[in-house]
Nanobody, 121 residues
Framework: QVQLVESGGGLVQPGGSLRLSCAAS????????MGWYRQAPGKERELVAR???????NYLAPVKGRFTISRDNAKNTVYLQMDSLKPEDTAIYYC???????????????WGKGTLVTVSS
């Protein structure tokens, strides 16, 4: 059974920083794209950042220059460093990963359960 477990959310003041982590566990053969989505109250889920296995990244425009996504392929873990946080970054953040699991050779998309990030003074 494959699981994605997020950690690192919480309450932070505007201008502060948080680091989210997401570790994939189970019978994983390899991981392809990994990323972070977020969903604010009353809004649709949106892609925040994505990173390929080779390290290519793309970001949602409002977070460019403030958020940094990275990954550790050996640990099947993806990180999101969030700096200069703003109240509008408040949302539930979900980890997303394209994983190839044994005994298969094709990727399936998995989701974490989400971690709440609240930016408020």
């Amino acid at each position: 059974q494959v699981q994605l477990v997020e950690s690192g959310g919480g309450l932070v003041q505007p201008g502060g920083s948080l680091r989210l982590s997401c570790a994939a566990s189970g019978s994983i053969r390899s991981s392809n794209n990994m990323g972070w989505y977020r969903q604010a109250p009353g809004k649709e889920r949106e892609l925040v950042a994505r990173i390929s296995r080779g390290g290519n990244t793309n970001y949602l425009a409002p977070v460019k220059g403030r958020f940094t996504i990275s990954r550790d392929n050996a640990k099947n873990t993806v990180y999101l460093q969030m700096d200069s946080l703003k109240p509008e970054d408040t949302a539930i953040y979900y980890c997303n990963a394209e994983l190839v699991t044994y005994p298969y050779y094709y990727a399936v998309v998995y989701w974490g359960k989400g971690t709440l990030v609240t930016v408020s003074s």
